[in-house]
């Protein structure tokens, strides 16, 4: 096994301090970032990120790839020209196992398509290990799910929900030529879960199938052929947002003809079915499972590191973890208290903001001081439905959370990725991005269409 380490595993009087974090999503990319600017140029500490995919994406913008509104690769940053730019380094691989005796991880080989190995496994030693590393679905033993229902966690996912999509029409549109019918059976789209993800994806679709018809892509009907399914397990769409946020949503939903079930929980999900709690079977051409998140599974065995029920990092108002003083862990991966009981939600925003939280406290760990604890600050949410516009609340103008709705939460809605890539990134690169996609939505078609 290889080592990218040539120093012992603990600091001494002359090495740097290591700072390897695990995870290159929202908050650790941005953690990696500010750290490799303040600590990791100046020579003061060595920031390590670590990843098993080569690029960055931002994943609020999952559904809009995976209703083909956006081409993913003109948005993926690369670790290795950010590492490059901003003073800290990236190593490829999943985190295999960790050593807190020796304070080590290993990461495990890369392969390529045909299951080459490219890199083989290394250990990388730390002095602070953060454990970023976002979540996976969590399908909670539904049975079929796993194998029937698409995730969308990542930008393959995205593109594979794409592919499926095109090929339902493809197959619809031959079906309806060959047998000459004005009507064929529907395209069955299932969504599982309508928390914000679900909600919009469902919102993106019906934009996506009416900007495929108008460029004639094929003869079926946008709203006869097309069966849309919303289906949530509670009694109303975004269940953690307000009453008044969910009535409008499922309002909004319901005029673009989208069919929204509640409280209705999946038994099982098939091939060409979702079966519900009633015996119902759901017509499926294509299920994706947006209804709940878990850590990891890995987080679950390392060495020592305690994990609530779904293999989220317990972690204390440090962020520190609750069995090891040198390892934090924040986004979706942590349960950190939140001021109510529980935990704080998953969401990019705690991310983020823990993420800038760990830039100023790992400067005083390195310099010896004390750290400060950690405080949630709510700034609202958000939810797009394309076309139509956006919805949500903001905190903070008021004491209690504005509603908003109409060109200036969609401003605001829009205003937040660019703030990510500007944290990334910085204003002059930010402001060339924002430009080339603007000039790119000029130039080509506004949806994918192959």
Known sequence: MASIDRHTASSTHYAPHRIVIVGGGVGGLGLATRLGESLGKSGQARIVLVDRSPTHFWKPLLHEAASGQIDPATHQLQYAVQARRHGFEFEQGSLQSLDRAQRRITIDATRDADGREVLPARD??????????????????????????????????????RRKLLDACTRANHARRVSGAQHVQPVSINIIGAGATGVELAAALRDSIRLMHRYSLFALDPERDFCIRLIEGTDRVLPALSQRISARAQRILGGLGVDVLTNTRVTEVREAAVCTHDGEQLASDIAI?????????????????????????????????????????????????????????????????????????LKCRVGGEALPEFTYRDAGTLVGFGDVGTIGSLSGLRERPVFVDGWFATVVYRLIYRRHVMTLTGFARMTL????????????????LH
Do not use: K
Request: net charge neutral; proline share 5%; hydrophobic share 45%.
């Open 124 to 161: 990388i030693a730390f002095d602070t290990l953060v454990l970023a590393m976002g979540s996976v679905t969590n399908y909670f033993g539904v049975q079929g799910a796993a194998e029937h229902a698409l995730p969308l966690e990542s930008v393959t996912h995205a593109e594979s929900f």
């Open 289 to 361: 499972w947006t209804a709940g998140i878990a850590g990891p599974p890995v987080l679950r065995t390392l060495d020592g590191i305690a994990v609530n029920r779904n293999a989220q990092v317990l972690v204390n108002r440090t962020l520190q973890t609750t069995t090891d003083a040198n390892v934090f862990a924040l986004g979706d991966c942590a349960a950190c208290p939140s001021d109510a009981d529980g935990f704080l939600a998953p969401r990019a925003q705690v991310a983020h903001q823990q993420a800038m939280f760990l830039a100023r406290a």
């Open 433 to 448: 991005d924002t430009a080339s996609h603007w000039l790119r939505r000029r130039v080509h078609p506004v949806i994918r």
